[in-house]
Nanobody, 125 residues
Framework: VQLQASGGGLVQPGGSLRLSCHAS?????????MGWFRQAPGKEREFVAA????????YVADSVKDRFTISRDGAKNTVYLQMNSLKDEDTAVHYC??????????????????WGQGTLVTVSS
């Protein structure tokens, strides 16, 4: 499956952004898991959110769950990451990911075999 992420940009602290990730390819199915990871400069890559396509259910990292939500548009094979109340520390390259089947270890980056190109989110005044 191929992933196309979009929606990054420059936003002031306290602002909002919505990232989109469109999945394409004949292998995409209702069993898929999609999600987002991010990597800030000089830091380790970290899990942000995941979406279980078959159950229409999202999971968000504890560190951002009061500000971020993940959702999907099934008709468009697209997952969204809505980011509100953005902070300077949210500045990072955000990567869309996917794998063919849901796993319990969904917050582990090594579980995902499809990665989008990354979209930069910069939070700065």
């Amino acid at each position: 499956v191929q992933l196309q992420a979009s929606g990054g940009g420059l936003v002031q602290p306290g602002g909002s952004l919505r990232l989109s990730c469109h999945a394409s390819g004949s292998s995409f199915s209702n069993n898929y898991a999609m999600g987002w990871f991010r990597q800030a400069p000089g830091k380790e890559r970290e899990f942000v959110a995941a979406f279980r396509w078959s159950l229409n259910r999202g999971y968000v990292a504890d560190s951002v769950k009061d500000r971020f939500t993940i959702s999907r548009d099934g008709a468009k094979n697209t997952v969204y990451l809505q980011m509100n109340s953005l902070k300077d520390e949210d500045t990072a390259v955000h990567y869309c990911v996917a794998r063919a089947r849901w796993v319990l270890d969904y917050s582990n980056a090594r579980q995902y075999d499809s990665w989008g190109q990354g979209t930069l989110v910069t939070v700065s005044s």
